[in-house]
């Protein structure tokens, strides 16, 4: 019924930058929280960033500086842009979203596929 589906990762230079999309789609009444976590290889999941539906944002002491996340309410859309990158920030990212669908009286959460994000050194 709802779809998150991320594109925008790839293999980037130290120093470079990504930008990161996800789209949410599917029976949808209203979206919460919009968020971006990632997994290195071996390591847990982790939040990266998150933002709330009227633009408030959290990050991770990781990537404050470097990494901005944004959205388009009215595409459903979030976006993770990531500059200064360095090899630890090498990992699966995925897109996660808090929906409230057409069927539901809460909200849940969702998750995209993930995108993978290599940077080398």
């Known amino acids: 019924q709802v779809q998150l589906v991320e594109s925008g990762g790839g293999l980037v230079q130290a120093g470079g930058s990504l930008r990161l999309s996800c789209v949410a789609s599917?029976?949808?009444?209203?979206?919460?929280?919009m968020g971006w976590y990632r997994q290195a290889p071996g390591k847990q999941r982790e939040l990266v960033a998150v933002?709330?539906?009227?633009?408030?944002?959290n990050y991770a002491d990781s990537v404050k500086g470097r990494f901005t996340i944004s959205r388009d309410n009215a595409k459903s859309t979030v976006y993770l842009q990531m500059n200064s990158l360095k090899p630890e920030d090498t990992a699966v990212y995925y897109c996660?979203?808090?929906?409230?669908?057409?069927?539901?009286?809460?909200?849940?959460?969702?998750w995209g596929q993930g995108t993978q994000v290599t940077v080398s050194s």
């Open positions: 996660n979203a808090l929906i409230r669908t057409r069927w539901d009286y809460d909200s849940y959460p969702y």
């Open positions: 599917g029976s949808i009444f209203s979206i919460n929280v």
């Open positions: 933002i709330s539906n009227r633009g408030s944002t």
